[in-house]
């Protein structure tokens, strides 16, 4: 079983930058792929970013390209999303989800254990 806990989330004027964090238990933590993915309210569920397990694999839906940086620090089983120049369009809650098996998959059916979440709020 694997626990995936976010943090980070908050209010930013449009323009501001927050950095989510993803802190997960567990031993296996580093042969997990882990992505971002986010829901605003009244949409469906969206993919963010996705990270491989060693890192060297990332992809990022074309709405955050150029703006938001995923990473990861095996050593503290810790999975971070780094958002920059933040706009009104990124408000949701923003999910870490673990995904056991290859593949920097952009498909959120795809992975095992999903967090919490937290909440991103960007105002105009």
Known sequence: QV?????????????G????SC???GRAFNSYVMGWFRR????????????SWRGS?????????GRFTIS?????NTVYLQMNSLKPE??????????????????GDRYDYWGQGTQ???SS
């Open 3 to 15: 626990q995936l806990v976010e943090s980070g989330g908050g209010l930013v004027q449009a323009g």
């Open 17 to 20: 930058s927050l950095r989510l």
């Open 23 to 25: 802190a997960a238990s």
């Open 40 to 51: 605003a309210p009244g949409k469906e569920r969206e993919f963010v970013a996705v990270i």
């Open 57 to 65: 694999t990332t992809r990022y839906a074309d709405t955050v390209k």
């Open 72 to 76: 990861r620090d095996n050593a503290e």
């Open 90 to 107: 990124d408000t949701a809650v923003y999910y870490c989800a673990a995904r056991t098996t290859l593949g920097a998959n952009s498909d």
């Open 120 to 122: 991103v709020t960007v």
